[in-house]
């Protein structure tokens, strides 16, 4: 029996377990979810209208700041353009199903986790490494990213790497090309990559002193295309995303509390873990710049203009889950370390799967199949705004015949029209008041009266399906 134990513990010890286990509980989380089938939600249909259209007009939308889709020209592929030219080639080999746009996002994601994973075996050991990997693939936040059809997963990986070639170099194992590299790919999939990468940037000083100025001096000009894509596309005022509500100096408590979807058990546990990581742990300089940079940035940044969405603030979260594992891997004894580690996935595993079976982000379909049976032939159907028109055009293939009636782009809808009947269909955000809309102002002034509506509920935004008559 001592025998077999001790060859299960230097079993698991190996690099390679170490790096292949979360990437394997992750593919098995993230397949789950996308054998689901979950109807596209806005960003991930804008992906996929993104994706769709010739390359020449996507990089004309960029430059012109306009938008490449006839009914969104408000909304330009902006920043997001290096991912859509992915996902472009991606899915004229693999096609546009949910499943297919998801999958690049799950697999870059899954590598992400391996990424880490041997990052902390490096600084600390199997079990640490282990356990960050465990506790980046069973995290609620990162799942759900990974799981859509967005550059969050492409963005954790091109960061991961970033961080584990920079770590070699400060330990005079590697050179900083492919630091910059990481960085830059890092930088153009997502923008809010740069304040962790400027976090990096103040550790290599730190760390290194002079030699410390060149890996600075490398990552900011590794910087310097999403910098520019980013100032370029905010020149033109289209920003493209909702404005949030402000969340002010509790930006970083809110993050946490997002990392676990509202489950206040492993935000605590996580926060503690943390906590004790970034006061004893190994490397803790490196990993307190990759925390603290960041979220002290994206907070001015917060307290000048609300930007705060939980999605955001995931490669900053990873640093927290660096420092939580590396925060365990202190305790002693090994008896403490063991039981303190398989809490916190336990944790993570219970936040996790009880979101497993939630609603669809947007009931798209659903409003779809509400008009193909309520709606009659000559009754115009009004999308309320570019949004509700991605999410009604994308699975229009559930009713063909309303693509007659339907009003796009939705600026062109007028009360002159011989029907007695108009649907108005409007995305309602969470806690949100319901504003008048353009079209409604209109029916409003032209003595229409909405005579019935039906609310369908989905786990992000909800869709009112609106009956107005004469």
């Known amino acids: 029996m001592p025998r077999l134990r001790e060859a299960v513990a230097r079993w698991w010890r190996r690099p390679a377990v ?40 996507l ?12 009914y969104l020209m408000d909304v330009p592929p902006s920043f997001n353009a290096p991912y859509y030219v992915l996902l472009h080639f991606w899915t004229s080999v693999a096609g546009a199903s949910e499943f297919a746009l998801r999958l690049p996002s799950l697999l870059c994601a899954a590598a992400a986790v391996g990424v880490l994973a041997e990052l902390v075996r490096r600084l600390a050991g199997p079990g640490a490494g282990l356990l960050c990997g465990l506790l980046c693939a069973t995290g609620p936040l990162l799942l759900d990213e990974a799981a859509q059809a967005r550059d969050y997963g492409p963005a954790m990986l091109a960061l991961a790497l970033c961080a584990l070639w920079l770590l070699d170099w400060l330990a005079e194992r590697g050179g900083l090309l492919r630091v910059g590299i990481a960085a830059a790919v890092a930088g153009l999939m997502h923008w809010f990559t740069l304040p962790v990468l400027a976090g990096f940037a103040v550790a290599a000083l730190l760390l290194r002193g002079r030699a410390g100025v060149r890996a600075a001096l490398v990552l900011a000009a590794a910087c310097v295309p999403a910098a520019l894509l980013v100032g370029w596309s905010l020149a033109g005022g289209t920003y493209g995303a909702p404005t949030p509500a402000p969340v002010g100096l509790w930006l970083s408590v809110d993050a946490v509390r997002d990392w676990s979807q509202g489950f206040v058990a492993l935000s605590a546990a996580l926060a503690l873990a943390a906590v004790a990581g970034l006061w004893r742990g190994p490397h803790r300089l490196f990993v307190l710049c990759w925390v603290a940079v960041p979220l002290a940035l994206i907070t001015v940044v917060e307290l000048a203009r609300p930007s705060y969405f939980p999605r955001y603030l995931l490669f900053a979260l990873l640093g927290v889950v660096v420092a939580a594992a590396l925060g365990v891997a202190g305790l002693r004894p090994a008896r403490l370390r063991v039981a303190a580690g398989t809490a916190l996935v336990v944790l993570s595993l219970i936040a996790t799967l009880a979101h497993v079976a939630d609603l669809p982000k947007e009931p798209s379909p659903a409003a779809v199949l509400l008009l193909a049976a309520e709606q009659r032939s000559g009754q115009p159907v009004v999308p309320a705004d570019g949004r509700t028109s991605v999410d009604l055009e994308t699975y229009l293939s ?22 007695n009947v108009v649907w108005l269909v409007r995305v309602v955000l969470k806690q949100n008041s319901l504003p008048v809309v353009p079209a409604e102002q209109r029916l409003l002034d032209a003595g229409w009266t909405e005579s019935s509506s039906t609310l369908l509920t989905g786990s992000n935004t909800d869709l009112r399906v609106e009956r107005w008559v004469r």
């Open 18 to 57: 170490v790096r292949a286990a979360p990437p394997a509980v992750l593919l098995v989380l993230g397949l789950v979810q996308l054998a689901r089938n979950l109807p596209l939600w806005y960003d991930e249909a804008y992906s996929r209208l993104a994706a769709s259209v010739p390359l020449a007009t």
């Open 59 to 70: 990089l004309g939308g960029v430059w012109r700041r306009t938008g490449v889709i006839a």
């Open 398 to 419: 559930l009713a063909p015949r309303l693509a007659a009636d339907l009003v796009l782009p939705p600026v062109t809808f007028t009360t002159q029209t011989s029907s």
